[in-house]
């Protein structure tokens, strides 16, 4: 397992994030995974006894559950919490009272709070904004979360499935008050979703942000189990239910079988190419997995010992390839001629 620098910080994580979000089964989680006390110790301490040193859960992943059998997790192996690198998340609806939700600075102390007791800890390493909250001000939140940081309950702050305009706009406003700013990026990217590319992962390398990758098997399309033949996978599997994240199938099918050729050639599962490229694309910091069980969970660590070829990340690149949305093909096209000889 390697480790790299989050963005800009000192702070070294894991090529490869666990991921928590099957812990649990409450509510409109129960297709993603229903992982109880048991199950969830072990997949924690085969990640750790890997390598694995970051994790990550939400305040809304079964609606707590999924931090408090995280917490549980930590006391019961006994782990190191200075040796672990724990990240959680708010923004989504965490009860029918009408400031239950949201980036208020109201919501943002109380559900940390809350976070903090569910993990049984004394502060978290990362605490990411969940998503876009369109009534609350963005000075508000970066203030909100900029004092939270000084309170010491939390260490750094990122921030997920923000448009790029509004994770520039907050790093401009943080900045110009000298307040923490965002140091993470967790967003949806994988081989069937690639629009990450356009202009949050240019804005990540840009203003040297962690980028951390979610779903990187779209759910569990991309481990091999779909196919043109086998549009369900069976036992259980989360996609047959619960069609998450959106992408297009079609050429999902067509990634699959390139996958299934390169995945021969390699001595691995197609879920470890899927894997593999998107470790190896540049601008990546760590990898979120999501596995149902222990066999997956091996296998998907196994994927940081798969290093593609050119040729191989060339043939993926290709059938995964979209039509750029505007400006950005205008921006390739009119950007190739700038260095002299560059467009021959
Ligand atoms: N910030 C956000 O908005 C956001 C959103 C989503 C997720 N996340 C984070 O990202 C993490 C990972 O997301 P994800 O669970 O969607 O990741 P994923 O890798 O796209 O999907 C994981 C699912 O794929 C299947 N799978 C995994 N490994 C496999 C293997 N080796 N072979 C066959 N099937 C395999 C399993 O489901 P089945 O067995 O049921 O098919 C597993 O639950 C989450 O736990 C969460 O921490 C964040």
Redesign the pocket.
């Known amino acids: 397992m390697k480790y790299n620098l989050l963005g800009n910080t000192g702070l070294l994580v894991s090529e490869l ?6 812990f649990g089964g409450e509510g409109m989680w129960e297709h ?2 229903k992982q109880q006390q048991g199950e969830a110790d072990e997949l924690i301490k085969k990640s750790v006894d890997s390598g694995i040193n970051f994790i ?3 305040n809304v ?1 079964s609606f707590g559950q999924s931090e408090t059998i995280l917490g549980n997790s930590i006391k019961n192996l006994d782990l190191n919490r200075d040796e672990l690198v724990i990240a959680t ?1 708010l923004r989504g609806k965490m009860g029918d009272q009408p400031n239950n939700q949201g980036l208020s600075r109201y919501h943002i102390f109380n559900s940390v709070e809350k976070s903090l007791n569910r993990l049984q800890l004394d502060h978290i390493d990362l605490l ?1 904004v ?2 876009v909250d369109s009534v609350t001000s963005i000075r508000e939140i970066m203030r909100g979360l900029n004092d939270i940081v000084e309170s010491g309950k939390v260490r750094y702050v990122g921030v ?2 923000w448009p790029a305009w509004m994770v520039m706009k907050a790093l401009g406003i943080a900045r110009q008050e000298g307040w923490h700013e965002f140091k993470a990026m ?3 990217y ?1 081989l069937s979703g690639r629009d990450a590319e356009d202009a949050l992962i240019p804005l990540s390398q840009s203003e040297k942000l962690g980028f951390m990758p ?12 779909y196919t043109r033949d086998n549009e369900k ?1 069976g ?6 239910e619960f069609d ?2 959106p992408i297009n199938k079609e050429q999902t099918y067509d990634i699959v079988d390139v996958m299934e050729e390169i995945a021969e050639n390699q001595d691995c ?4 190419v899927a ?1 593999a490229w998107v470790r190896l694309q540049s601008g990546v910091t760590s990898t ?6 222990i ?3 091996e ?2 660590i196994n994927s940081t010992n798969v290093d593609l070829t050119d040729d191989e990340l060339s043939e993926l690149n290709k059938v995964s390839s979209t039509t750029k949305r505007y400006p950005f093909w205008m921006v390739d096209r009119q950007d190739s001629d700038r260095i002299p000889g560059s467009n021959e």
Request: net charge positive; aromatic share 14%; glycine share 16%.
């Open positions: 994030c666990f991921g928590t979000m099957t993603v995974g990550d859960t939400a992943y998340k990411y969940h998503g997920c499935n967790q967003y949806f994988s979610w779903s990187p098997l779209a759910g569990g399309f991309l481990s091999g189990k996978a036992g259980g599997s989360r996609r047959d998450f994240p599962s197609v879920a470890e894997l979120i997995i999501g596995t149902k069980n066999t997956q969970l296998s998907n």
